[in-house]
């Protein structure tokens, strides 16, 4: 079994200050975690991954993650946020022999000009 | 390289209407799944195909709903009849065969509306 959890449903933060979107994990195996974005009317967008490499996961855009795995953590943070960063961000978990995909409930981010 | 296409974009039915909706995976991928979110609520897995073979049909809510990906390429996923709890949106996203690669690449999705 697997869960995720994003423990905020909405983030507001100013241009320019860091933004921080935290996320939980639970699983049974090791698991893939993945960020990934969703802008209004769009698709998905991958942001980064973490598969058991480095713990510290860069993605597009300057985002990164860091893998916690005493802490069963994931969260995504970024130094500096942008007008163009507000969005629906989702922390995924996947597992087991063919990466079946847990979703969390999605964090919007809004960013204050 | 084209990405995962969904068709259509947008539809609106009547309750006890029919609704196909129809995903074009990336050319190649083995792997196509189904998710569903309906409004306020988190995305969730209906289902997985590998090739044409359904590998995992648990996430499926009742049986008004029909998947299929005939020859392993395209897949279609029929809503009928249609009820209000149908409406929400449906992606569809595909990856490649082999335990190498996990990410999964998403379509734009379908905004399905039952009235």
């Known amino acids: 079994a697997q869960s995720v959890t994003q423990l905020d449903s909405h983030v507001s933060v100013s241009e320019g200050t860091p933004v921080l979107l935290r996320c939980n994990y639970s699983?049974?195996?090791?698991?893939?975690l993945f960020w990934y974005v969703q802008h209004p009317n769009k698709g998905l967008q991958l942001l980064l991954k973490?598969?058991?490499?480095?713990?510290l996961v860069k993605g597009i855009n300057g985002f990164e993650a860091e893998f916690k795995k005493s802490e069963t953590s994931f969260h995504l943070t970024k130094p500096s946020a942008h007008m163009s960063d507000a969005a629906e961000y989702f922390c995924?978990?996947?597992?087991?022999?063919?990466?079946?995909?847990?979703f969390g409930t999605g964090t919007k981010l809004q960013v204050i000009p | 390289e084209a990405g995962v296409t969904q068709f259509p974009s947008h539809s609106v039915i009547e309750k006890g209407q029919t609704v196909t909706l129809r995903c074009d995976p990336i050319s190649g991928h083995d792997n196509l799944y189904w998710y569903r979110r309906v409004m306020g609520k988190e995305i969730k897995f209906l289902l997985h195909?590998?090739?044409?073979?359904?590998?995992?049909e648990s996430g499926m809510p009742n049986n008004r709903f029909l998947a299929e990906r005939t020859g392993g390429t395209y897949s279609t996923l029929k809503v009928q009849p249609a009820e209000l709890e149908d409406s929400g949106v449906y992606f569809c996203?595909?990856?490649?065969?082999?335990?190498?690669?996990?990410?999964?690449?998403f379509g734009p999705g379908t905004r399905l509306t039952v009235t």
């Open positions: 995924v978990v996947s597992s087991g022999g063919y990466q079946k995909v847990t």
């Open positions: 699983s049974s195996y090791s698991p893939s």
């Open positions: 973490y598969t058991s490499a480095a713990t």
């Open positions: 996203a595909s990856s490649p065969s082999g335990r190498a690669s996990y990410e999964q690449y």
């Open positions: 195909f590998v090739k044409e073979s359904k590998q995992d």
